[in-house]
């Protein structure tokens, strides 16, 4: 079994409007579904125990880029977008927060009585998961989200949240049941993040004498744990700064999306009507569908596809989301039809600014990037838990610094 790393994230509290949950939901979806037709359900489970590409994901969504609330946003919109159609998708989602997350039994092995799966094997997973997280290893994080998703066929992945009142952050865990062996006996090959003192391990081998005068977790005594391979620690800044972000990899799409006339896209693309704005947002998109594990280890740039809740770093651009979930949704069902043209052509938008990206230069600044957002947010629809944009006071037009 892979454990397959864990993100620290500043706590915040609060909801997520309407009006962004239900975008949220059919976003998140319709990128699902997009992974399932080129590549799989198992790499949507794969992708899902990857922390650095599910913070992209939730910034692409629309989420506040650093916060910890992405976790129950995300898995939330997931969940509501993707079980309706699990039967056709072959994927399932239990668990969540609080209450829902004690109810992760019952989903599971009501799941197990549809597709024939071992449903006291998913149930034993999913609580072992949680026990070695919150008690194996204590490092003051007390598990309150957990969420389980599975295939059809039994692979699995775990993502759960643990939150420490007394430093202000959560820390996400991932799992991932490719090569399962066992849970516990051996620590972490090895581990990123700030050190924050001595934490008692039970999975070290040198915890054995502990282990045999402690009640065995779940009632078991699975023999390891294995490596924890990623961590990702977010700044408590809420706003996005430019050392938080790819400014090559951003500038490349931006370039893409303004620079060259749309209708050069065309023939390559088969997205006519679309505006500079919303391709960019798309290229991102793509990006989350098709991009390799190495293109996430900068998530906040991809909340320059659809802008943050709190309004960092711009407000949500609500009429640039619609068309983004428009044309997803349009190319799925079509591809589902045996036309996949559209899917296709989003892939090469990836290609087209990875190829960009190559020989591009930012001379510019991040700041006037976000500038123009917000000096174009009402255009766009542009919307905050707080409200609707309003015009920027004492803010100058002009173009973006990254394009020069």
Known sequence: MQRSGHADLPLHYG???RWLAERMSLLGGAIVEAI???????EVIKRLSDPAWFQSLGCVMGMDWHSSGITTSVMGALKSSINPISK???IYICGGR???SRNTPNELMAIADKTGLNGAELVRSSRLSAKVDNT???DGFQIYLHSFVLTDTGEWSVVQQGMNDATGYARRYHWHSSELKSFTEEPHTFVYGRNQGQILNLTAREADKSKNGIIAISKEHPDKMLAEIKKIKLPSHHDVQAKDVDLKRLGAVLVLAQELPTHDFESLLLLEGLGPRTLQSLTLVSE???GTPSRFSDPARFSFAHGGKDGHPFPVPTKIYDESIDVLRTSIEKAK???SDKLKALNSLTKAAQALEKDFEPTGSLEDVIRQERENSRRYGGRTVKG???PPKGLGGGQLGLFE
């Open 337 to 339: 039809l045996g036309h």
């Open 36 to 42: 399932v037709l080129e590549y799989g359900k198992a």
């Open 15 to 17: 909801t997520v409007p």
């Open 288 to 290: 989350v569908i098709h």
């Open 388 to 390: 609707k944009a309003k």
């Open 88 to 90: 056709e998708l072959g």
């Open 136 to 138: 194996a290893i204590q």
């Open 98 to 100: 609080g209450k829902h």
